[in-house]
């Protein structure tokens, strides 16, 4: 029965994830998302039948790490101030937020042991979905600053690359998809969350905060 926390712990992430490309993009000067009212943290406009529902369960009633995502976040990226910096922060904004969601949620974790010593059981719940809160944003990170395109990490690493370097990197896009099927399939995607989601835990145990 843990999936009915952390299904909801999943789509709030994804969807922080999506705002914070959308609010980014605002700000950059490209009023897409605001326009067709995905500036919200309204969950209905952003859910995904497959993405937000069908593949987090299936996941979780398989027993492997819970996925999942929300509706991607329309940009135009034409429309911002100095395009090749505003993709990046762009591209590095839902990646960011979901590392700060982690970090505050290990804030209130630790907070919420400390008021229930002695009514732990009745925390129980809040303190499984802060928990999960904390894993599933950093896996959620880390797993879309892979340099593939087109997760987000290959979007930054697309534009930060000399232009003579784009065009090359520029050739496997179309096959950036199946590159990624195919890590996941594998498990070799783990070697690039891993060692990271053990750095971040173990960084937060250093501030003195419960994961």
Not at 99 to 107: E, K, N, T
Request: hydrophobic share 55%; no cysteine.
């Amino acid at each position: 029965m843990q999936w009915i926390l952390q299904l909801p712990a999943l789509v709030f992430s994804v969807i922080i994830h999506e705002y914070a490309h959308g609010y980014v993009a605002y700000k950059k000067g490209d009023d897409t998302a605001y326009l067709m009212g995905r500036l919200t943290l309204n969950p209905l406009p952003h859910l995904d039948l497959v993405g937000s529902l069908i593949v987090p369960l299936v996941t979780i009633l398989s027993g492997i790490p819970v996925i999942g995502w929300a509706k991607p976040v329309p940009i135009n990226p034409y429309r911002m101030y100095e395009y090749n910096k505003s993709i990046i922060y762009v591209s590095l904004a839902g990646p960011v937020a979901n590392i700060l969601l982690s970090f505050f949620s290990a804030i209130l974790l630790t907070i919420m042991y400390y008021l229930s010593v002695h009514t732990i059981n009745f925390f129980l719940p809040l303190i499984y979905i802060f928990q999960y809160l904390i894993v599933i944003n950093l896996v959620l990170a880390f797993f879309n600053l892979f340099p593939i395109y087109p997760l987000d990490g290959g979007q930054v690493f697309m534009n930060l690359l000399p232009y003579r370097y784009r065009e090359k990197y520029e050739k496997i896009i179309p096959y950036g998809i199946y590159i990624i099927i195919f890590l996941v399939i594998t498990g070799l995607i783990k070697f690039w969350i891993v060692l990271p989601l053990k750095y971040f835990l173990h960084f937060y145990k250093i501030l003195g905060l419960s994961v």
